[in-house]
C-alpha cells in the first residue's frame, strides 16, 4: 500500500494561471480531507470529500477554489487564476470511515506563485 | 468561537528532561482528541488519542474536561522526538480542527 499520495511535491505558478492538485488515497480510503498550511502557521482546514461528494467545504475560500473526488481517479483541489497569497502547502489527507478513525496524510504540494 | 490553542510555538529542552507540550481547547460537549506529529522531511502522522488511553514512543495526553486540556507529556525527551506536534480535536462528525503546532527541539 503505497499510503496517501499527492503530486505534484512542488508546484510553481504565475500569477493569474490554474494550479492543479492531486490526491490519491489509501487504498480503501473513501474519505478525503485537504488542509492548507501557510509559512510559520499551523494546517487549516479546507475541504472534506467522500466519492462524488463534497460533505464539508467550510474551510474553503468562497471564489477561485474548487474540490472533486470524482467516482474514478484521485481527488483534485483546484485554484483557479492564482495569487501570491495563495502560496503555501497543501496536505491531503484520507480515513476509511471518517475522522473517527484517524487521517493518514500525504506528504503535501508545496505551491509557490511568482 | 470553538478553538484549540497551542501556547508555545517552541519548546526547547534537553535530552532527558521531562517534556510538556500544551494544547486547550474550547469545544463544549465531549470532543475527541488527537496528538499529531510531524518529523522533519516527514508526513504529519498521528501520535495517538485520547480515547484509547495509549502511550506512544513515551508519550501520554490526558484529557481534562475541568481544564480543557489535552496536555502531551513525556517524562524523558529524546533527540529523535525532535518535530512538529500538533493537537486536534475532533469537531463534530466531520473533520479534525489543528492548533497552530508547537515546535519541540531536545538538544543534546
Known amino acids: 500500500n503505497a499510503g496517501v499520495m499527492q503530486n505534484p511535491r512542488h508546484l510553481v505558478r504565475r500569477r493569474g494561471q490554474e494550479a492543479r492538485l492531486r490526491c490519491s488515497p489509501m487504498k480503501g480510503h473513501s474519505h478525503v480531507y485537504w488542509y492548507r498550511q501557510l509559512p510559520e502557521e499551523g494546517l487549516k482546514f479546507m475541504v472534506y470529500?467522500?466519492?462524488?461528494?463534497?460533505?464539508?467545504e467550510s474551510g474553503m475560500p468562497k471564489e477561485r477554489f474548487s474540490a472533486e473526488f470524482p467516482k474514478e481517479g484521485p481527488s483534485i483541489l483546484r485554484i483557479q487564476q492564482v495569487v501570491r497569497g495563495d502560496s503555501a502547502a497543501y496536505f491531503c489527507a484520507s480515513s476509511p470511515q471518517g475522522p473517527e478513525s484517524g487521517y493518514t496524510f500525504g506528504s503535501g504540494t508545496r505551491l509557490t506563485v511568482v | 468561537a470553538q478553538r484549540v490553542t497551542q501556547p508555545e510555538k517552541l519548546l526547547s529542552v534537553f535530552k532527558g528532561a521531562p517534556v510538556e507540550l500544551k494544547c486547550n481547547y474550547s469545544y463544549s460537549g465531549s470532543p475527541e482528541l488527537f496528538w499529531y506529529v510531524q518529523y522533519s522531511r516527514q508526513r504529519l502522522q498521528l501520535l495517538l488519542r485520547?480515547?484509547s488511553r495509549e502511550s506512544i514512543k513515551g508519550f501520554t495526553a490526558d484529557l481534562n474536561k475541568g481544564e480543557t486540556s489535552f496536555h502531551l507529556k513525556k517524562p524523558f525527551a529524546q533527540e529523535e522526538d525532535s518535530a512538529m506536534y500538533y493537537c486536534a480535536p475532533k469537531r463534530g462528525y466531520n473533520k479534525l480542527i489543528f492548533g497552530a503546532g508547537t515546535r519541540l527541539a531536545v538538544h543534546p
Open positions: 470529500l467522500q466519492k462524488e461528494n463534497i460533505i464539508d
Open positions: 485520547h480515547i
